[in-house]
């Protein structure tokens, strides 16, 4: 399978605790994305990498929040002090410099519930 | 700043019936991408199209259609002779160009489509 993949699809959790999410990409694609989306709602913008670089962050993306991408390959999603406001599907994209608009690949997403 | 507003939350129609999504969309850029993705229940976010703002050809793929019209900032979706499969939710989304920093997707609202047996 050479799609993005996502671990864990869910994740239920208690208020206050941590979470951290991961990002596989397409093993080519030197850009990852993360997205987050509510209920009802498109994807929202959060953070996106380049290689290993954290090129820009949403104001969405308050200081619970921390994304990496250490080796520029696989990434990770740590919330701190869930709240229940952070509850959500967190998706993970990535795109190539080949593809024309920079076409972003989806991962199936992790849904968070925070209870 | 970029804007996508899809006015129609939820369209429901009988299997077999036309239906068209339309997506309306904002931007300074003069170079931009427009794309479509299906987002089925199962909440994996498919791509359908993409389009760039200096091609104004419309598409056909199958039983989908696209209609570009830059003078009206708009970029409609039709899926002819609807099936019980193209439930879903589906997205319109807009991309600044190729060179300028940060390359978000901006999407909108989504369009609910139900389709019924």
């Known amino acids: 399978d050479t799609g993005v993949s996502q671990d864990p699809r869910h994740k239920i959790t208690k208020r206050g605790q941590n979470v951290t999410f991961r990002c596989d990409p397409i093993?080519?694609?030197?850009?990852l994305y993360w997205y987050r989306q509510t209920l009802g709602q498109g994807p929202e913008f959060l953070t996106y990498?380049?290689?290993?670089?954290?090129?820009?962050k949403s104001r969405l993306l308050s200081d619970r929040f921390s994304a990496e991408r250490p080796k520029g390959s696989f990434s990770t999603l740590e919330i701190q002090r869930t709240e229940q406001g952070d509850s959500a599907m967190y998706l993970c994209a990535s795109s190539s410099p080949s593809h024309p608009g920079r076409l972003r690949i989806f991962g199936p997403g992790t849904r968070l519930t925070v209870l | 700043a970029q804007k996508v507003t899809q006015a129609q939350t939820e369209i429901s129609v009988v299997e077999k019936e036309d239906v068209t999504l339309d997506c309306v969309y904002e931007?300074?850029?003069?170079?931009?991408?427009l794309f479509w993705y299906k987002q089925p229940p199962s909440g994996e976010l498919v791509f359908l199209i993409r389009r760039n703002s200096f091609d104004e050809q419309n598409e056909i793929s199958g039983r989908y259609s696209w209609n570009f019209q830059k003078s009206t900032s708009s970029f409609n979706f039709t899926i002819t002779a609807s099936q019980v499969v193209d439930s879903a939710v589906y997205f319109c989304a807009l991309s600044e160009a190729e060179a300028a920093a940060g390359n978000k997707l901006t999407f909108g609202g989504g369009t609910r489509v139900l389709v019924k047996p």
């Open positions: 931007t300074r850029d003069t170079t931009y991408y």
């Open positions: 093993s080519e694609h030197n850009r």
């Open positions: 990498f380049q290689n290993e670089a954290q090129l820009e």
